[in-house]
């Protein structure tokens, strides 16, 4: 009994830091012009400026100044804008885009025949759990083929799993983990060198699996418009239609739609909630910004030994 109570107060307290962090970042978009101080973001979410600063740089893995350079407007901008170099670039031009390209070379697309396409997914097998992530508790599912479903938990358990049932209204579903979803989490770590192949099994239409399977051709750490997807499937006039098959994902994160922005540069929307693309986006700008100093600091280490 101590052990699952000592479970249970772990998972509330990181989902009660998650909500604070997820509180900083709508702080951070709506003020970022003023660029608030650790003092003010901390106040803001009656924290001490020390225990926020040290859960923010836990869970995002820079501090908060970083992290509000990272999701700025200025930010987006510069990384759509052509011929702009930034660390980012930088980052590729050192040879740092391995691990943000195995993401199109690990995550593999595959949909549903015809038949079960049509019938919502009769004879089907789901099984699905709820795990914690970076960004907060996800429902993940599986079939026997692969993933077919990743949501997040915003207000319960129930909500989530109603919108993958209403997903697949005829399958039949088990509450149990599988090696299926237990290899698609791991991705979170970004410690790929050992994962296996991530298999994806979705319902969806031509259109939406062309468009699903455009978002796994942008890297890690970058960023892309509708119309940029427009143009990659070769339907430059249907960026509205590229917008909804984006926003009926049905595998957040792995299917990187929060890479996809507006291209004035403004976030836009997200299924799972404005704070959390910006979460996502900011994480993986950081995590790439950070293979970047550290590659140079090796190099600078080697040099200096030689």
């Not at 926020?52 to 901008?77: C, E, H, T």
């Not at 789901?126 to 795990?131: A, F, Q, R, T, W």
């Not at 239609?241 to 929060?258: D, K, M, Q, R, Y």
Request: glycine content about 8%; charged content about 20%.
């Amino acid at each position: 009994m101590r052990l699952v109570m000592g479970k249970l107060n772990m998972a509330s307290r990181y989902d009660r830091n998650y909500d604070k962090v997820a509180e900083a970042i709508h702080f951070i978009q709506e003020n970022f012009k003023q660029q608030p101080s650790l003092e003010c973001i901390a106040d803001h979410v009656q924290l001490s400026p020390f225990y926020f600063q040290r859960i923010f740089s836990d869970w995002a893995g820079v501090s908060p100044k970083s992290f509000l350079q990272f999701i700025s407007a200025n930010y987006a901008m510069s990384v759509l804008r052509d011929g702009q170099a930034t660390l980012l670039d930088a980052a590729y031009e050192t040879g740092l885009s391995g691990t943000g390209r195995l993401h199109d070379l690990i995550i593999k697309i595959q949909g549903m025949t015809p038949a079960e396409y049509k019938n919502g997914g009769d004879n089907l097998l789901i099984n699905y759990s709820y795990v914690e992530s970076p960004f907060g508790e996800v429902l993940i599912a599986s079939t026997s083929k692969g993933i077919c479903y990743m949501g997040f938990v915003d207000s319960n358990e129930e909500a989530v799993f109603n919108d993958l049932k209403k997903r697949y209204p005829n399958a039949r579903y088990t509450h149990k983990s599988d090696s299926l979803q237990e290899n698609a989490i791991q991705f979170y770590t970004q410690d790929w060198s050992n994962l296996s192949q991530i298999k994806l099994h979705l319902r969806g239409s031509d259109f939406q699996l062309k468009v699903w399977e455009a978002l796994l051709q942008i890297p890690m750490g970058r960023l892309s418009s509708y119309g940029n997807i427009a143009q990659n499937i070769q339907s430059p006039g249907a960026a509205r239609a590229v917008g909804t098959a984006i926003g009926s994902n049905p595998v957040g994160f792995l299917i990187p739609c929060h890479r996809v922005i507006r291209s004035n540069g403004i976030s836009g929307g997200y299924m799972w909630g404005p704070e959390r693309k910006s979460a996502m986006i900011g994480w993986e700008a950081a995590r790439l910004s950070n293979k970047f100093i550290s590659s140079v600091n090796d190099q600078e280490e080697i040099h200096e030994s030689i």
